[in-house]
Structure formats: C-alpha cells, structure tokens
C-alpha cells in the first residue's frame, strides 16, 4: 500500500496524459482501397489500459495492434464479459480527421461498462485516448469519400476465475481498421422478419451494446441467408413489434393521410431497441426546421410502436415510401424488399427515396467535414 501514489483517494481513474508510447518497429504498408473488407485489416496500433481493483487503471499504453494474453478463466471468456462501441474518424477537405458526435458513443459506453457491473471508465479520457490513435494513425484514414477509419473501443471482463460474479478487472483497448462502404455502393438489402427468434426483450439488454447480444443472432442470420436475405428484421412480441434490421437500427417513410409531408417512422427506445448515434442524428435532422428548408423536404420524426401489420397496411395503401436501415458502418442504407410469412413487401425505388437521399448526404457532409452543423463533427487531436 506504502508505494502507491494515490493512498486515500481509490484506485487511480483513466488517465490519458499518463499515455506511454510504443512504436512498431515496422510500419505495414497501405492496402488499396478496392480490397478493404469491413473489419478485416488493421492500423500498425492499438491502445490497451488495465483495471486492477487494487490499483485502478494502469496508465493507457500505445503498442503495436497485435494478441493480447489473458489467463483462459478469465470473466470475458467464460461468461461474456464484453461491451464495445463503433465509430469512425474521416478525413475532412481541410486534411482533418474528424470523428461524428463521439460524446454519444462514450456515455454509451458507460451506460454499457454500468449494466455489465465492469469497473467504471471515464468516456470523455477514452475518447482523449481515441484521438491520440486517430492522429497517430492518420496515415490510416482513406481520403476517399465514404472511407474511414474505423474505431472499436472495447471493454472485457478480466477477473481470473470461475465465480460467478462481476469482474473486478477490466480491460480496455481500442482497435482502427481502414473501412469502405459497409455494403457495396447504396446495395439495397432484403430483409426477412422474423419473430421465432428475437433480438431483445423488455428488461433484457438489448439497449447496451453489449456482446452478448450479437453472437444469438448468427444463426437465425444464416437461415435468413439460406433463404436468400441479406438480413434479419427482429420483430417482438403478438403483435410482430418491427424493432431493428440486423445491427442497424430501422426507419421506414410514410406518406401522411393529412398531405402534409411524410411520416420518419422508427421504434422508440423501450430498453429493447440500441440508442443509435444515427438513429438520433437522423431523427434530429428531419425535426430540423433548417435542414427541411434545405432539402424542400417537410418531414415528421416520428418514435412509435408499429408493427408488420401496419407495413403490410402503408405498402398495400401505396403510403410505404422508403425503408431504411441505419448504424455507423451503413450510415443510411435501402431496405428494398421485406419477406414475413411467404410474402414480400416490396418497396419502391428499392427502398431508397428522397429522405434517406437527403438524410445521407447531409450526415456524410457533417462526418467528411464539408458542414459544420451544431458541433457534431469533431476534430481530432
Ligand atoms: C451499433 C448498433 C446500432 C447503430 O448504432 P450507431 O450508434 O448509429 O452506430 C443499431 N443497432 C444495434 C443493435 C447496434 O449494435
């Protein structure tokens, strides 16, 4: 106890001014833009912090993106112990990185560390230490349009031991890997929905973004690919709640009885659906009294329980005029047909209109640096 710094006031908290530096001996090289797969190559670093109950967080260490080793007992391995956030920094016109609304990402992630009973982790130090990655991994970051870096800060369970109880130990490290478009250039996607399996549930955790909650979904995945659909639209409940589309959180445009513009439909956040940054960002634009004027669109955010009768309804009407799903990697992208019980739904213009148009532009404007809007770019360091 003698030699510690901090005696009488805890375990130390993240600090990122403690940084430590250790530079690969060799730098790979670049791979051309056409060959990069989403989350397939990595940058020449990685940043790594532990958490020791005794000690607090160690300080954070910049070492080359390579295995870590941790004891096979350890929490994270055997009862799932594991929260992470996706973000993504590209390269302004100005030569900037900037990263889009990250504040968002880190209180999630310590609303996720919070429901895993992980050590707590200061989000505003974890994104000090992502924006000494991203400026050390500049070099990274595709200048072309629709390319990043990508950014995933993870959290594990690192307490050594079969208890069944949370981890007092934590790990934190934060990968970036170069990215393209998430799914070929504006691909649309099919959609099966599906309520035999369900994504999440009211209590679960299906509003964290933790890892628990993906590997369920992988084989319910490859019976929707088997049936040739790109991805799953989680349904809940008798009444075949729509929740979100594969990760992505889900929108749909409706055409309003009253002539008064279009409905932007999406469930609201009832614990089952995750808190997307893009989902926010998309229902903050519509409701934007300046960004209606600037892309003549006069639309109406709407956050609302509906459901696969409601969609089969608006379609039949002809009112169904786009589906969209949504998250970092895809941004905005089309859903074009939606399978549920033998049938398909079939959206026109492959499910991309002039909202989900509009509303991509404008955030890829925002990330890429050619707008400035109310903060949300941020620039790095
Ligand atoms: C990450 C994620 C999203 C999208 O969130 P963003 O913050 O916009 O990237 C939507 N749904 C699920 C299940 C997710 O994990």
């Not at 880190?106 to 707590?120: D, H, I, T």
């Not at 970036?176 to 209590?203: C, E, M």
């Amino acid at each position: 106890m003698g030699d510690r710094d901090s005696i009488g006031s805890g375990p130390a908290p993240l600090d990122a001014s403690k940084l430590k530096v250790t530079l690969s001996e060799t730098l790979k090289p670049l791979q051309p833009i056409e060959t990069l797969r989403f989350g397939q190559s990595f940058s020449d670093h990685m940043i790594v912090a532990n958490y020791d109950p005794e000690t607090g967080w160690s300080a954070p260490e910049v070492k080359p993106h390579g295995p870590i080793t941790l004891d096979p007992a350890c929490s994270c391995f055997q009862y799932g112990g594991n929260v992470f956030e996706g973000m993504k920094a590209y390269l302004g016109p100005d030569g900037k990185a900037r990263l889009f609304r990250p504040d968002m990402n880190m209180r999630r992630l310590e609303r996720s560390c919070g429901r895993l009973a992980l050590p707590p982790i200061d989000g505003d130090v974890v994104l000090e230490l992502i924006k000494c990655l991203v400026d050390l991994e500049r070099r990274w970051i595709p200048k072309e349009s629709g390319y990043s870096l990508y950014l995933r800060p993870t959290v594990i369970a690192t307490r050594p031991g079969l208890g069944v109880i949370a981890s007092d130990h934590a790990m934190l490290y934060i990968l970036a890997s170069p990215t393209g478009p998430y799914f070929q250039v504006l691909k649309p996607v099919s959609l099966l929905a599906v309520s035999d399996n369900v994504r999440a549930w009211p209590g679960g955790t299906g509003g964290h973004k933790i890892a628990g909650n993906y590997s369920p979904g992988f084989l319910p995945q490859q019976a929707a690919t088997a049936k040739g659909y790109d991805q799953i639209l989680w349904l809940f409940g008798d009444d075949r709640r729509i929740t979100e589309a594969g990760a992505m959180n889900f929108f749909v445009v409706v055409k309003r009885d009253d002539g008064d513009g279009v409905d932007l439909i999406t469930a609201p956040l009832d614990g089952t659906i995750l808190p997307g940054v893009t989902r926010a960002s998309c229902l903050a634009l519509a409701g934007d009294p300046e960004f209606q004027k600037e892309s003549s669109l006069r639309l109406h955010p709407r956050e609302m329980v509906y459901t696969m009768s409601d969609l089969a309804k608006w379609s039949s009407e002809g009112k169904l005029l786009e589906a969209l799903a949504i998250g970092t990697a895809v941004i905005i992208g089309p859903c074009n047909r939606i399978g549920h019980e033998g049938k398909d739904i079939v959206l026109p213009g492959a499910g991309m209109g002039p909202v989900g148009t509009a509303l991509r532009k404008k955030i890829l404007d925002i990330q890429e640096g050619r707008t400035e809007w109310k903060g949300w770019g941020v620039v790095c360091p």
